[in-house]
C-alpha cells in the first residue's frame, strides 16, 4: 500500500514510476504548527506561539490595573462624602459665616480635606477644562476676604447668606448674597481676572466690584424703620433720570490694581474645587453646574 501511494508521485529519477524501490522526491513540506504562531524562515513556513506564561502575566497586569483604579475611585468617592458630611455637622455656611462652628468641628473637616487632597485626580489644574463652570462656596478659612467681611457687623446687621463663582475663560465672577436688617436683600459682585503661574498656582486680580440694587421685603421690616424706608424711596424717585438709572444698575466700584492675590488648586474633579491661599488656608467648592466636557484641550501655561 505504501509503495502505490509513493508511486503516485512524480519523480526527477529515470527509474520505473510503480516500482516500490523508486525513491521520490519530495520538496519541503511545511511542517506541522509547533505552537500556532507562524514564521517564514528562508522557504519553510513554521509556526510558533508566545509563551503562555507571558500572556498569563499580561492579562493578570491588566485586570490588577483595572481593580486598583476601581478601588481609587471607590476610595475618593467615599473621601468626598465624608467631606460633605462633615460640613453638615458643622452646621454648614451659614454656621460658620456666623462663627457658629467649633475647634472640633473645623479640625475635622480640615482633616477631611486633606485625605480628599491626597487622592486628586487632575495633575495640572489650573489648565484643566473642569476648573470652568459655575461653584457654590462651602466652607473658607478665618483668613478669607469674605469671611473677614461679614465678620465685621452683628448677625442681626448683617448676614452673608450665600457665595458663588463662575469661572470661564480665565476669568472669575463672584457674587455674594447679603441681606441687611433680615429685610433688604442686595448682591455684591465681584470680578477678577485669572492667571495661570503654573500647574496648580493661579493668580487672582480684581476688576470691579458692584453693589446691585436691594430687594425690599416691606413685611419684614420692623415697624419702626417703615417710614424712613418710605422716605428714602420717594426720594430716589425724584432723582434724575441719569442718576436713578445708574443706581438702578448698581454702583460700581473700580479695583484695578488695588488688591491681587495668589492660591494654589489642591484638588479638583466634576464635583469638588479646593484651593488654598498663601497662608495655606482652604476654601471647598462644589459645582453647581453640569460636568463640562474633556474633549477640548485648554492651552498649556506659559512660564
Not at 37 to 48: A, D, E, M, T
Not at 106 to 129: A, F, K
Not at 180 to 209: C, D, H, Q, T
Request: glycine share 6%.
Amino acid at each position: 500500500m505504501a509503495c502505490s501511494v509513493q508511486a503516485m508521485r512524480p519523480t526527477s529519477t529515470a527509474q520505473t514510476p510503480f516500482s516500490c524501490s523508486a525513491r521520490p522526491s519530495f520538496g519541503p513540506l511545511p511542517a506541522f504548527p509547533e505552537n500556532g504562531r507562524k514564521f517564514q524562515s528562508g522557504r519553510k513556513i513554521r509556526w510558533k506561539m508566545a509563551n503562555p506564561r507571558v500572556c498569563r502575566a499580561m492579562v493578570q497586569q491588566a485586570v490588577q490595573g483595572a481593580s486598583a483604579a476601581y478601588a481609587k475611585d471607590m476610595e475618593r468617592l467615599s473621601a468626598k462624602e465624608s467631606l460633605l458630611l462633615a460640613f453638615k455637622d458643622a452646621g454648614g455656611f451659614e454656621a460658620l459665616v456666623a462663627g457658629k462652628t467649633t475647634d472640633m468641628q473645623r479640625i475635622d473637616v480640615n482633616e477631611r480635606i486633606i485625605g480628599l487632597e491626597r487622592l486628586n485626580p487632575t495633575p495640572r489644574p489650573t489648565t484643566s477644562p473642569l476648573l470652568e463652570g459655575r461653584w457654590n462656596f462651602h466652607w473658607f478659612g478665618s483668613g478669607s476676604p469674605g469671611l473677614f467681611a461679614a465678620r465685621r457687623f452683628p448677625s442681626t446687621l448683617f448676614n452673608l447668606s450665600k457665595m458663588d463663582a463662575v469661572i470661564k475663560d480665565s476669568s472669575a465672577k463672584i457674587t455674594a448674597n447679603m441681606k441687611l436688617l433680615n429685610a433688604i436683600e442686595s448682591k455684591f459682585v465681584l470680578s477678577a481676572k485669572l492667571s495661570v503661574e503654573g500647574p496648580l498656582r493661579m493668580k487672582e486680580e480684581y476688576v470691579e466690584g458692584i453693589f446691585e440694587s436691594p430687594n425690599i421685603d416691606e413685611e419684614t421690616i420692623p415697624e419702626q424703620l417703615r417710614g424712613a424706608l418710605g422716605q428714602a424711596v420717594s426720594t430716589a424717585q425724584q432723582l434724575p433720570a441719569p442718576i436713578r438709572d445708574a443706581v438702578a444698575s448698581g454702583l460700581k466700584v473700580p479695583l484695578v490694581g488695588t488688591f491681587q492675590r495668589l492660591f494654589m488648586i489642591s484638588y479638583l474633579d466634576g464635583e469638588i474645587l479646593i484651593i488654598r491661599d498663601t497662608a495655606g488656608i482652604p476654601e471647598v467648592l462644589t459645582r453647581l453646574d453640569a460636568e463640562p466636557s474633556l474633549v477640548e484641550a485648554v492651552p498649556e501655561y506659559e512660564s
